[in-house]
């Protein structure tokens, strides 16, 4: 069974080297050999969106979240965290 990460974003803010977030999630899930596969209702919750009229759309690493969650590796709260994060340094 695995175990949650513990996730210091701080930590990540304050390191010598200032890794992105990004290359800590595809590290994460690389580590666990964790790959972004869309499921049944992924593909479900996609299809609802576009009739709604939204375009959204993930990316691999918001994928990636989502597979460090499912997998019990990370906490909602930290999926949370680390998707804030992410956009954050993304849109910057």
Same mark, same amino acid.
Request: charged share 30%; net charge negative.
């Given at each position: 069974?695995?175990?949650?990460?513990?996730?210091?974003? =701080?930590?990540?803010?304050? &390191?010598?080297?200032? +890794?992105?977030?990004?290359?800590?999630?595809?590290?994460? !899930? $690389?580590?666990?050999?964790?790959?972004?596969?869309?499921?049944?209702?992924?593909?479900?919750?996609?299809?609802?969106?576009?009739? =709604?009229?939204?375009?959204? &759309?993930?990316?691999? +690493?918001?994928?990636?979240?989502?597979?460090?969650?499912? !997998? $019990?590796?990370?906490?909602?709260?930290?999926?949370?965290?680390?998707?804030?994060?992410?956009?954050?340094?993304?849109?910057?």
């Amino acid at each position: 069974m695995n175990t949650h990460v513990a996730i210091d974003l =701080a930590k990540l803010e304050t &390191s010598a080297s200032k +890794t992105p977030v990004r290359d800590y999630i595809h590290e994460l !899930a $690389a580590q666990n050999r964790l790959r972004c596969v869309p499921t049944k209702f992924d593909e479900l919750a996609d299809e609802i969106t576009s009739h =709604a009229g939204d375009d959204i &759309s993930l990316d691999e +690493t918001e994928c990636l979240i989502i597979e460090l969650q499912r !997998a $019990a590796l990370i906490s909602g709260t930290d999926a949370t965290k680390l998707h804030a994060r992410y956009l954050w340094e993304r849109d910057v």
